[in-house]
């Protein structure tokens, strides 16, 4: 019988974002700037509502990595990964590449971590030094359009919350075109240096 840790998984996210490494090289797209099969870069949007406001866009990339005490999983990778303080979302998976549909995230503040075929989202807002915002999903969708191991899009709208007391809630929508990718977590979840 699967049971859930009483560990959130946020703290893998944020270690997530510090370490992600997105891989996806080819040159044989026309219309790309060099990204993997079928590539180019990808590319995303983002609104967010409510208790925080921001407005941002950037790279896209998705692949697979450890998501949930080294498990492996997908991953939907949304901004500047240079620092853990940009702007930027993540999405996880436990389970494969996802075929088109819609998704439920599930409220990552309650359950706590992962379990098989489940959701969750993550937004991180921030100037580039500091991290002003770092919110779980709470409830919403992930909807995929067009599902390939070179290329994911489609659409999210979820909303967020930092946990607090009172909580900040935030809404997350947009959409995506994310490159297929490896991600690599170099130590992020052994606790050692990136």
């Known amino acids: ?8 998984s ?12 997105l ?27 409510g208790g925080v406001t921001a407005s ?14 080294g498990q492996q999983g997908w991953i939907l990778a949304l901004g500047d990964f240079t620092t853990i303080a940009n702007n930027s979302i993540v999405v996880e998976l436990l389970g494969t590449r996802p075929p088109n549909g819609t998704y439920q995230l599930i409220d990552v503040v309650a ?3 992962l379990l098989p075929g489940e959701w969750a989202g993550f937004l991180f807002l921030g100037d580039g030094t500091t991290i002003s915002y770092f919110g779980s999903s709470v409830s919403g969708t992930v909807t995929i359009t067009s599902s390939s ?21 935030a809404t997350v929508t947009g959409s995506f075109s994310a ?16």
Request: aromatic share 4%.
């Open 10 to 21: 946020v703290l893998g996210a944020m270690a997530l974002v510090s370490a992600l490494a």
């Open 149 to 169: 191991a070179d290329r994911v899009e489609g659409t999210y709208d979820f909303q967020v919350s930092d946990g607090g007391n009172p909580a900040v809630v």
């Open 23 to 49: 891989v996806a090289c080819s040159s044989d797209d026309p219309t790309g700037t060099g990204g993997g099969n079928g590539g180019g870069n990808g590319s995303f949007n983002a609104n967010v509502t």
């Open 1 to 8: 019988m699967l049971t859930r840790r009483s560990t959130p």
């Open 179 to 194: 490159v297929g990718g490896v991600v690599n977590l170099p130590g992020a979840r052994a606790g050692q240096p990136m």
């Open 111 to 113: 359950a706590g971590d």
């Open 56 to 69: 941002f866009s950037g790279v896209a990339a998705q692949g697979e990595g450890p998501v949930e005490a």
